[in-house]
């Protein structure tokens, strides 16, 4: 397999991508909605105003492009190609990630039970969930779901914004690491990157960047 697969998804598939991303939750839903794209979709391209790059080699993300931002996020699956089409999988337990775990996974992380102080409502979610599609292998899903919810998810982004532009304060130009108010922060560039540049800056095989005050 290459080491990266473009995605040239529809309209549907980009309004997702558009959505800021707030909490961990989020992040999970994304990255379980692209497992899908990627099983449904590889090999298609069309005119759209995304794209989705995974690159696996050393480095494992996902990488997203539109307009004025980049945004990536850590891919914790392997990937097999198999004809024209990709087996997605977890590495440690070789459990494939097929339409059936997909679905069960994406009705888990879309409850709100996630975001509750109470665990019984998270335990009686997933149960329920795994009851509903047949599913009867329980420590599966509790493999994955725990694999998901502690994930390193390393995410970062790229924007062009001259709506909110403000000196070193908000340059026009900048990277916003982290997700969460409590813990992003932005570092300036000084002109406009490519998705090219913004892959060889995660990528650990290239050389590093390096901030220039």
Not at 17 to 32: A, E, H, T, Y
Not at 58 to 87: A, H, L, W
Not at 150 to 176: F, Q, T, V
Not at 182 to 211: H, M, P, Q, V, W
Request: net charge negative; charged share 30%; hydrophobic share 40%.
């Amino acid at each position: 397999m290459e080491k990266y697969i473009e995605i040239y998804p529809g309209e549907y598939f980009t309004d997702k991508i558009m959505k800021p991303i707030r909490k961990k939750q989020d992040v999970i839903l994304l990255l379980l909605e692209t497992v899908k794209i990627i099983s449904d979709n590889v090999g298609k391209t069309a005119d759209g105003q995304s794209k989705v790059i995974l690159y696996k080699d050393k480095m494992s993300r996902v990488f997203y492009e539109t307009k004025d931002k980049f945004f990536s996020i850590s891919f914790p699956f392997s990937i097999e190609q198999k004809g024209g089409n990709f087996k997605i999988y977890d590495k440690v337990t070789e459990l494939e990630i097929d339409s059936r775990r997909l679905s069960m996974l994406i009705r888990i992380f879309s409850s709100e039970s996630h975001m509750a102080l109470s665990l019984e409502r998270v335990v009686d979610d997933i149960l329920e969930s795994a009851e509903d599609y047949e599913y009867q292998n329980i420590d599966e899903v509790w493999y994955l779901v725990f694999l998901l919810w502690n994930m390193e998810d390393g995410y970062i982004r790229y924007d062009y914004d001259p709506l909110y532009e403000k000196g070193r304060i908000h340059p026009l130009n900048h990277l916003d690491i982290n997700y969460s108010s409590e813990a992003t922060y932005k570092i300036g560039i000084n002109r406009k990157i490519s998705i090219k540049e913004f892959i060889n800056i995660l990528d650990i095989k290239a050389d590093c960047a390096f901030i220039v005050g």
